[in-house]
């Protein structure tokens, strides 16, 4: 339950500073791997200089099985002006989270993710490749996001 309120907790207090975000986006797409299915989620950057800290969580279910993936990357941004595409290329600690018929397990991994946006009007449509290793859990895939 502890672990539940704490990923609720990322979730909310992510949400709640998506103001003060830089860019805050909502992506969904599909993994390969261990996971196998389609997820959804969240996430920000907040630029400092040339990196960004960047938080994400993505959410899946499978055969009953919730998976919670949250994450805070430090990400090294590339922008190649004049109104071209930025690219990104980052890693940071994951914590995953399990629940399968009222129980769950928890663990501390780490992903790797790079991606690319470009700007369009008032949002930043962009796709994002990411890469989760949480103990023997390993998945990679792509998203497709819009940030605002």
């Not at 959410?59 to 071209?84: C, E, H, I, P, Q």
Request: charged share 20%.
């Amino acid at each position: 339950m502890k672990c539940r309120v704490l990923l609720l907790s990322l979730v909310i207090a992510l949400t709640s500073i998506a103001a003060t975000a830089s860019d805050f986006g909502v992506h969904g797409g599909y993994f390969w791997g261990d996971l196998k299915n389609w997820i959804v989620g969240v996430d920000a950057q907040w630029p400092i200089g040339p990196v960004a800290i960047a938080p994400n969580v993505d959410y899946t279910r499978k055969d009953g099985v919730n998976f919670y993936a949250g994450s805070v990357n430090l990400d090294l941004r590339f922008d190649s002006g004049a109104g071209g595409p930025a690219y990104w290329l980052g890693a940071g600690p994951t914590y995953g989270y399990v629940e399968f018929q009222g129980d769950h397990a928890t663990e501390w991994g780490y992903n790797v993710d790079a991606g690319a946006a470009w700007k369009a009007g008032g949002v930043k449509p962009y796709i994002d490749a990411r890469y989760y290793k949480i103990k023997e859990f390993k998945a990679g895939g792509i998203a497709l996001g819009l940030r605002f």
